[in-house]
């Protein structure tokens, strides 16, 4: 299962093409052209988004058919992340925007 890391959300408008493709077929085509991924964000801290290079304001443009995860504590984060390989695994597109300030802690 690939486990996409973007540090900036800013850099997946170079291949926004290819990632809604992606993304796009495996819910229309109802599962039967699997492109199961994990793709992480870097995302905000502390609760605000992070400006212009971290989310660009672009979360609302992911494409249906992407299961969409954010997490406020460590122990979420961790069972989260096994279940978004889980569902990859599954065929499904999920894209985990990672809490700066979270990761920081390193309580995870």
């Known amino acids: 299962t690939p486990i996409v890391e ?14 809604y493709e992606l993304a796009l077929m495996n819910w229309l085509t109802a599962g039967q052209k699997p492109n199961g991924m994990v793709v992480r964000l870097q995302g905000f801290d ?3 988004f992070g400006g212009n290079f971290h989310t660009h304001n672009m979360l609302s443009h ?30 499904r597109v999920v894209v985990l925007v990672d809490c700066t300030n979270l990761l920081n802690l390193r309580h995870l």
């Open 6 to 19: 973007i540090p900036y959300a800013k850099y997946l408008d170079c291949g926004v093409d290819k990632f």
């Open 46 to 48: 502390r609760g605000t």
């Open 62 to 91: 992911i494409p249906p058919g992407v299961d969409m995860v954010c997490y406020s504590n460590g122990r979420d984060y961790v069972r989260g992340f096994r279940n978004a390989i889980a569902q990859a695994k599954q065929g």
